[in-house]
């Protein structure tokens, strides 16, 4: 299972593999599939922990797990097997983030990358509903391009973190001078000393930073 006679996973590959094991419950499968599935999904979060994106997993793999790559014939074997387990069920509720997540407001942020990551930053946005079943919860998405990806539980709880490691209105600056939008509200930045900030003056201020 460890693709070293054959080519690489795509990237695209790489990306549908990351869903199908997180959106299907694999806990069926013959015990030699099992624990690699569960390999690939903690490599997964790890990955994304690290600021790759999904379809970069084989590249990590390369730094962490030599001849461990996902190959195009490993895919093509995993592909039906998950497609044909049943859908996971979804929890009732978001578990509790440890206490770092209180650390981390709303927001845009951007935090360095390991090395040999596709980009020296990755981007997240921090979701807090105020109202609706999901008020007082939070959610983590990778954002890419102009999609938001949410992370599995460990990554988002992982990511939070780091941001908070990394500190929040440090993060939100980064995503904003990167961006050219507010890394609290997400509007665009048009007067030159916010857009050197990061953040607008009246979200600065709102967060007191």
């Not at 080519?7 to 990351?18: E, G, P, Y």
């Not at 509790?96 to 930053?121: F, Q, W």
């Not at 102009?146 to 939100?172: C, H």
Request: proline share 5%; aromatic share 12%; net charge positive.
């Amino acid at each position: 299972m460890n693709g070293t006679t054959t080519r690489q996973a795509s990237f695209k590959q790489l990306k549908w593999l990351r869903d199908l094991l997180i959106q299907h419950d694999y806990s069926n499968f013959p015990a030699d599939w099992r624990d690699y599935c569960d390999f690939l999904k903690e490599a997964f979060d790890r990955c994304t922990q690290a600021g790759y994106e999904a379809g970069d997993l084989n590249n990590w793999l390369s730094i962490h797990f030599r001849d461990r790559e996902v190959s195009q014939d490993t895919f093509k074997t995993l592909l039906p097997r998950l497609q044909s387990a049943p859908k996971s069920k979804a929890p009732a509720a978001q578990r509790e983030y440890p206490d770092a997540s209180l650390l981390v407001p709303a927001g845009r942020y951007a935090i360095p990358t390991e090395d040999g990551a596709r980009n020296k930053l990755a981007f997240y946005l921090v979701n807090r509903p105020e109202e609706g079943k999901w008020a007082g919860k939070v959610f983590v998405s990778m954002l890419v391009s102009d999609n938001g990806y949410r992370l599995p539980f460990a990554t988002q709880a992982a990511v939070l973190r780091k941001i908070a490691a990394f500190g929040a209105e440090s993060a939100s600056a980064a995503y904003g001078r990167e961006i050219g939008e507010c890394g609290v509200c997400g509007r665009t930045l048009t007067n030159d000393e916010s857009r050197a900030r990061g953040i607008g003056p009246v979200c600065a201020a709102k967060m007191g930073w």
